[in-house]
């Protein structure tokens, strides 16, 4: 079984005008349905960074939770953040977007791997009484756009150091979509032989083209937890100046389907989320 985390979050947190707080809780509302393991709903962090996500904790209170729910999960980088997950009622997991490359962190936090190892450390001490599953991304996990040293050697040293932490899930970030399917499938490989209890997922920004390739190479190499994105939007807007999307959900059910691999989501109500998404985000131009 296959466990699919869809990502509201990263679909949306690159847009540049605004979405309403509306529009956001009928395209999160109408992905609840569809049977995702996860549902990554927004984030806590500063409006003047993603303003996109300012108004997470008022989708949070407007969507209604299906029963059986999915796991809800909102990405935070402080302690206020996780104030406002246990407010919001509704969230269980977290996640924190850390990353073996120096550059990216500066441009993304502003900070450098010590403090924000130290700062990971500090978020899970204080998340203990609410007993929030942590996901802690490994961005540019599958090699280094930015000129930084890249090698298997340290990707597996800074694991090492989250594993101490007590975390087991900690998905690859490829966010500008430069590894190739042999990086993709030895990197996989050599992680889950040598850290057999941690779920490395893999969070993947791509050209359509590439897709299959890419999940085929992630699957053969033992990965069974992946991010997606419905229609493939998105991308990480302080990663580069240009946006590469998600990993299409489509693209990610058609493997499965062409595999026979049962992924548990409903592809009625994923239909219909596609049909609200487009309305939503390519509404159709009066004449």
Not at 47 to 60: I, N
Not at 87 to 112: A, E
Request: net charge negative.
């Amino acid at each position: 079984m296959i466990k699919i985390t869809e990502t509201v979050r990263d679909a949306l947190q690159g847009i540049d005008r605004w979405i309403p707080t509306s529009s956001k809780t009928a395209y999160t509302q109408s992905l609840l349905k569809a049977g995702f393991s996860i549902v990554d709903c927004g984030s806590f962090v500063s409006p003047k960074v993603v303003g996109q996500m300012s108004d997470t904790a008022e989708v949070l209170a407007h969507i209604s939770l299906p029963d059986p729910a999915p796991r809800i999960m909102v990405l935070v980088v402080n302690s206020q953040g996780i104030d406002k997950a246990v407010s919001s009622g509704k969230v269980n997991m977290l996640s924190f977007p850390y990353s073996i490359s120096p550059t990216f962190l500066k441009r993304n936090l502003n900070t450098d791997k010590k403090q924000a190892l130290s700062l990971i450390q500090e978020l899970i001490k204080k998340s203990l009484p609410y007993q929030f599953e942590w996901v802690v991304y490994l961005s540019m996990g599958l090699g280094n756009p930015y000129g930084d040293e890249w090698s298997m050697q340290l990707l597996m040293d800074e694991i090492a150091i989250l594993y101490e932490s007590g975390l087991r899930n900690l998905p690859l970030s490829d966010i500008l979509g430069i590894a190739n399917p042999d990086l993709i499938y030895n990197v996989y490989v050599t992680l889950i032989d040598a850290f057999p209890e941690i779920d490395f997922g893999l969070h993947l920004h791509t050209r359509p083209s590439e897709s299959q390739s890419k999940i085929e190479a992630a699957w053969e190499a033992g990965v069974r937890s992946y991010e997606t994105a419905l229609n493939g939007m998105g991308g990480c807007p302080t990663a580069a100046n240009e946006l590469l999307g998600n990993l299409n959900t489509w693209e990610l059910i058609s493997f499965c389907n062409t595999r026979n691999i049962p992924h548990g989501i409903n592809e009625t109500a994923l239909l219909e989320a596609g049909e609200l998404v487009r309305s939503i985000f390519n509404p159709t131009k009066p004449s």
